[in-house]
């Protein structure tokens, strides 16, 4: 299962928030709400640093 391909719903480690993000992120995503590193590109996969709550 191509896990990377899908949206995820992640909630931040910092301050709770949930989001919606691109399971393979090209560039950073931050969190809306303080602004915290959620997901990150590493050697052509994504490395979230959330806690993934659903894949979507
Ligand atoms: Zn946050």
Redesign the pocket.
């Known amino acids: 299962m191509e896990k990377e391909s899908k949206f995820v719903k992640v909630k ?1 480690s ?2 709770k ?1 949930s989001q919606i993000i691109f399971g393979k992120a090209s560039t950073r995503v931050k ?1 809306l ?2 602004g ?1 590193i959620i997901a990150e590109p590493a050697g052509g996969k994504t490395k979230i640093r959330a806690k993934v709550e659903e894949v979507l």
């Open positions: 931040c910092k301050c928030n969190c709400e303080c915290g």
